[in-house]
């Protein structure tokens, strides 16, 4: 017998199999080819205090094993959200992961306060958003910005509150210490990675935005290193993910160090992936003898 669940912030996952937030929209959509209610929990949509239309296209391109992605986090709304599609997606036997996003601390607390009053498992908050108050650099790229935003967003949170890392940045354990210390439960990595692509005819940047986030196969390697990095300096667990294509992947990540593991954007290639990773993860763990993939958790034996 094989134990796949995952006990991640006080919060069970009947497995440690997640989606990564702005690659499965807010889950309902997925279903046509692969129930949700198959993943541990899903990720959903990245929100804003108000509804936002997003960058203009062309936003998404595709580059050697991954895509660029500048959408501009086109959403609803954390209000519609709360009112008109938690009803319809907290029937679904899972756990859903809500990801914000603000341009200022009063956006991320009153955004952790409405979600608070839903049936949200878990509050993801994305700090690579430019701080409007302090010039427009990220809340991520700061060790003191994200120590103090966390702590804020805290007041407001009823819910286990995860801070979502960015990879552009010198130390991220550094700030992944930072959360930490500001009280948060958790932290997920890697966040795309800062790239660009030009048109050799146009000789113009193929993203109407000029930069983009880089996800996709090509950066599981930096998200392995970065996690194993983070998992060796906090004692909060770690949602990992970043060109998670396959069961393996997943037990990579897990023995860099993650808890919970996401896809993302290897659900646009193949939508019902979920199937064959849980079908390599229990084979693997059935070759190995693991009956508990806990035991998996930060395992890797370094040289």
Known sequence: MTDTRINFCGVEFKNPIVTASGTFGFG???????????????????????????????????????????????????????????????????NIIANISGNTPEEYCEMAQILSDTDVSLIEMNISCPNVKHGGLAFGTDAGVVEELTGEVKK????????????????????????????????????????????????RPVLRNNTGGLSGPAVKPVAVRMIHEVYNAVSIPIIGMG?????????????????????????????????????????????????????????????
């Open 28 to 94: 309902m959509e997925y279903n046509q080819f692969a129930p949700i209610e198959e993943y541990g929990g899903f990720s959903a949509k990245g929100l804003t205090r108000f509804p936002r239309e997003g960058n203009r296209p062309p936003r998404i391109a595709e580059t050697p094993s991954g895509i660029l992605n500048s959408v501009g986090l086109q959403n609803p709304g954390v209000e519609y959200f709360a009112e008109a599609i938690m009803p319809i997606i907290s029937e679904y036997d899972t």
């Open 243 to 303: 060109g998670v294509a396959a069961g393996d992947d997943v037990i990579e990540l897990m023995l860099a160090g993650a808890s919970l593991v996401a896809l993302g954007t290897s659900l646009f290639k193949k939508p019902d992936l979920i199937y064959d990773v849980k079908s390599d993860i229990i084979n693997y763990m059935e070759r190995h003898g693991i009956e508990n993939i806990n035991t998996l958790v930060g395992a890797a034996q370094m040289w």
């Open 156 to 203: 407001y949170c009823k819910k286990p509150l995860v801070v979502k890392l960015s990879p552009n940045v010198t130390s991220i354990s550094d700030i992944a210490k930072a959360a930490e210390a500001g009280g948060a439960d958790g932290v997920s990595l890697i966040n795309t990675l800062l790239g660009m692509r030009i048109d050799v005819n146009t000789r």
